[in-house]
């Protein structure tokens, strides 16, 4: 009887939907998650582990009151789908905030931020 029951089974376990769904994940960023860095970055890139989509990935980098301060220039790398950049202008010391929201081609959005501080001079 068991046996019987066996393939039915398992083909009912084949189509449950799985919640092991691969979505856009950031795997690498410069500057990195809470870095310190002693001079103004001229670029933030943000790289994933899958292609992103062009039309509706998008960032901006925030400073300490709330304003973009981005050159407005974010795009998805023709080499390399899987990295969005864009350019900053010459930072002042604080800190600053990435906001990143992607559309991977997976069909998922993903939405998350970073932030970098610029020291001071000594």
């Known amino acids: 009887m068991r046996r019987r029951w066996l393939p039915a089974w398992v083909l009912g376990l084949a189509l449950l939907p799985s ?3 691969p979505h856009a994940v950031l795997v690498k960023a410069i ?3 809470r870095a310190a ?6 670029r933030v ?8 989509e062009p039309a509706y990935s998008r960032a ?5 009151v709330g304003a973009q301060i981005d050159l407005r220039d974010v795009a998805v790398s023709p080499e390399d789908p899987k990295r969005l950049s864009l350019s900053l202008p010459p930072l002042v010391p604080g800190r600053y905030t990435v906001r990143f929201r992607v559309l991977s081609v ?8 970073l932030t970098f501080t610029v020291r001071r001079p000594r």
């Open 19 to 21: 919640s092991a769904l």
């Open 31 to 33: 500057p990195a998650q």
């Open 37 to 42: 860095l002693a001079e103004s970055p001229t």
């Open 45 to 52: 890139e943000l790289w994933f582990n899958e292609r992103l």
């Open 60 to 64: 901006s980098v925030i400073n300490e």
């Open 106 to 113: 997976d069909g998922h959005v993903v939405e998350s931020s």
